[in-house]
């Protein structure tokens, strides 16, 4: 729909934004990688991605990432 009217943002451009967890998330895989898929020998990094991600929970999103439907939704009462 916003492409018709020619409003759209491409998000990707946005991707400097840094993303919340990623590190913590990154760890935790490694070390599953590395145990066999065993999270048992992974409890510290597991209790940090837990913590990370419950720690987000009460964040709003990123303004960046909801910009196309606010664009939609500014061409919809544009065109009608």
């Known amino acids: 729909m916003g492409r018709k009217a ?3 943002i491409n998000s ?3 991707g400097g934004v840094v993303k919340p967890c990623m590190l ?3 760890a935790f ?3 599953l ?3 066999k898929q065993i999270d048992e020998k992974c409890t510290r990094q597991k ?3 837990i913590t990370c991600t419950q720690a987000q929970k009460g964040r709003p999103k990123n303004a960046a990432k909801t910009i196309n439907y606010h664009l939609q939704r500014l061409g919809r009462d544009k065109f009608h």
């Open 12 to 14: 990707k451009k946005f």
């Open 47 to 49: 209790e940090l991605l």
């Open 33 to 35: 990688a590395l145990n």
């Open 24 to 26: 913590e998330m990154t």
């Open 6 to 8: 020619g409003l759209y």
């Open 29 to 31: 895989l490694n070390c």
